[in-house]
């Protein structure tokens, strides 16, 4: 079992940065790819980016590569999801992921977190 909890959503100005954070807790987190999902209002779940364990390989989603960098800190079993240059499309409820491996269909993953809002405004 795996639980997951995100910190550090809110409203930022478009431009600007945010970074959530994703507390995992549970025996299995150090055998765990980890990603971050979002869901747009009125959209379906859509992939952000992934990471491997222990932190080797990540991927992105086109619409946020360049501006978002997904980490880890296996120490503190926690992942990031650092976001510049924030654009009013990329406001949506953002969700932490965790599966046995990198997965980047939101029908795929075992774990997910409760979500944070993310809004970003013009």
């Known amino acids: 079992q795996v639980q997951l909890v995100e910190f550090g959503g809110g409203t930022v100005q478009a431009g600007g940065s945010l970074r959530l954070s994703c507390a995992a807790s549970g025996r299995s987190f150090s055998r765990y790819a980890m990603g971050w999902f979002r869901q747009p209002p009125g959209e379906e779940r859509q992939f952000v980016a992934t990471?491997?364990?222990?932190?080797?390989?990540?991927y992105y989603s086109d619409p946020v590569k360049g501006r978002f960098t997904i980490s880890r800190d296996n120490a503190k079993n926690t992942v990031y999801l650092q976001m510049n240059s924030l654009k009013p499309e990329d406001t949506a409820v953002y969700y932490c992921a965790a599966n046995p491996f990198l997965v980047t269909s939101s029908a795929s993953v075992e774990y997910w977190g409760q979500g944070t809002q993310v809004t970003v405004s013009s």
């Open positions: 990471i491997s364990w222990p932190g080797g390989n990540t």
